[in-house]
């Protein structure tokens, strides 16, 4: 009970969950002699940053809604395409291709409906799999480069022919003004877990992740696209994925883990801004084109 005569909106009482917890927080750490810190490595105990949901949200979304805004006057058919493939490969790797896969069955249909041909769907659930169509084995390609805007980014690849990957994928920064060199050491591996919080708030999310041995940063994902549902995405100890997202769905009723995996996430003292339309609109353009390659799985970047 606050004691207050007059009502308080709900953005505010957030902001005053926010600090009272944290509050509580750091008065339990002190009897030992530890303190909060805003450094991306923290301990169980001074877990996730203890930013506003609010400014992250906000900083994701203007990356997330540039993309799409600017991206739409570029789409086409086989960028829907190679994006439900990679959505049917994901499912399947964090599924399985049992019928008892709800993620699988969805984008299998939502790929039917767009009209991806049986043998692209197939080809998908393979790779998912860990084969390439034609069975054989698929083996993981890395390639780091400095794009346009000075942006840099670590491209994730899965394929069965590793020198025509690699070819393919150097033509393709090259004409869209990007460099191969380094820039891994910019980034740090993280376990990534993308998830639909059902009913439950950033703050209750937060708190029963605080609880959660391995947790690391709670980020609330504004939707990109209007009617779209609000998601969150926690950062843990790579080691710790997995319990986190058990973790998670055993404490929260509703949860729904939409993806799990180890990932790049870039550290903060790196995170860049471009200003310059022309080096923007190139750089979406060279992140589309990437992505279009049946060979990419993931493209990370240190925008802000």
């Known amino acids: 009970h606050f004691g207050f005569t007059k009502t308080i909106d709900t953005p505010t009482m957030q902001t005053l969950s926010r600090l009272i917890l944290r509050s509580q927080l750091i008065s339990s750490l002190k009897p030992i002699g530890l303190t909060t810190t805003r450094s991306p490595v923290c301990t169980r105990t001074c877990t996730a940053f203890f930013s506003s949901s609010s400014l992250l949200q906000s900083g994701h979304n203007r990356w997330s809604k540039i993309r799409h805004d600017k991206g739409k006057n570029d789409a086409n058919r086989g960028a829907e395409f190679s994006k439900l493939s990679q959505e049917i490969c994901t499912a399947v790797k964090s599924g399985g291709a049992g019928p008892d896969n709800l993620r699988l069955t969805a984008a299998l249909a939502t790929a039917k409906k767009v009209g991806m041909s049986k043998d692209k769907m197939e080809a998908a659930v393979k790779r998912g799999q860990g084969v390439s169509a034609s069975g054989a084995a698929l083996e993981s390609v890395q390639i780091e480069c400095m794009g346009p805007g000075s942006v840099a980014l670590i491209i994730e690849c899965q394929t069965d022919n590793?020198?025509?990957?690699?070819?393919?994928?150097?033509?393709?920064?090259?004409?869209?003004?990007?460099?191969?060199?380094p820039t891994s050491y910019l980034f740090a591996r993280k376990g990534i877990i993308r998830l639909s919080p059902g009913d439950n708030s950033y703050d209750t999310l937060l708190e029963s992740s605080l609880e959660i041995d391995g947790?690391?940063?709670?980020n609330e994902i504004g939707p990109e696209e209007k009617g779209a549902k609000v998601e969150m995405e926690v950062t843990t100890d790579p080691a710790k994925t997995?319990?986190?997202?058990?973790?998670?769905?055993s404490q929260l009723t509703g949860v729904e883990i939409l993806k799990s995996s180890i990932g790049w996430v870039p550290n903060e003292e790196t995170l860049v801004s471009v200003d310059d339309e022309k080096a923007l609109e190139a750089l979406i353009k060279l992140i589309n084109t990437l992505e279009e390659m049946s060979d990419v799985s993931e493209v990370y970047t240190n925008i802000k």
């Open 242 to 249: 997995v319990a986190v997202a058990d973790g998670l769905k």
């Open 215 to 218: 947790t690391e940063d709670v």
């Open 162 to 181: 590793k020198l025509g990957c690699l070819a393919d994928v150097k033509v393709i920064l090259r004409k869209n003004g990007a460099t191969v060199t």
